[in-house]
C-alpha cells in the first residue's frame, strides 16, 4: 500500500497563489506517477496535473501556464504550485500516486483531500 499526505490549501483571492504538497510512503518504489486531482460538489473528479517517474508532466487545458508540478525524488514528495488562481479554481484538491502492475492495470492511491477556495 501507498500512503499520501497532502497539505498546503486555503483560502485566497483571485490572482493569488497557493503552493501544494504530498508526500508518499510505504511501497513507494511501486508507484509509477503522482499528481493532483480535484473535485466539486456534485461534479466528477478531475485530472489537474500529474507527473510520471520520467518527468513526464501532464495538465488540464483549464491550468496550463498557470500551474506547475514538480517533484523532490528524495522527499519523495511532489508539489502543485498553482498561480494566477481563479475562483473556478475553489474544490477540494487530492493527490493521488499510480502504479502500473504487469497486467497494465493501473492502481491508484488517494490523499485525504485539501480545500482550496478562491475569492472574487
Known amino acids: 500500500q501507498v500512503q499520501l499526505v497532502g497539505s498546503g490549501g486555503g483560502l485566497v483571492q483571485a490572482g493569488g497563489s497557493l503552493r501544494l504538497s504530498c508526500s508518499a510512503s510505504g511501497r513507494i518504489f511501486s508507484i509509477n506517477g503522482m499528481g493532483w486531482y480535484r473535485q466539486v460538489p456534485g461534479k466528477r473528479r478531475e485530472l489537474v496535473a500529474n507527473?510520471?517517474?520520467?518527468?513526464?508532466?501532464n495538465y488540464a487545458d483549464s491550468v496550463k501556464g498557470r500551474f506547475t508540478i514538480s517533484r523532490d525524488n528524495a522527499k519523495n514528495t511532489v508539489y502543485l504550485q498553482m498561480n494566477s488562481l481563479k475562483p473556478e479554481d475553489t474544490a477540494v484538491y487530492y493527490c493521488?500516486?499510480?502504479?502500473?502492475?504487469?497486467?497494465?492495470?493501473?492502481?491508484?492511491?488517494w490523499g485525504q483531500g485539501t480545500q482550496v477556495t478562491v475569492s472574487s
Open positions: 507527473i510520471a517517474n520520467d518527468g513526464t508532466t
Open positions: 493521488n500516486a499510480y502504479s502500473v502492475d504487469s497486467d497494465y492495470d493501473i492502481h491508484d492511491y
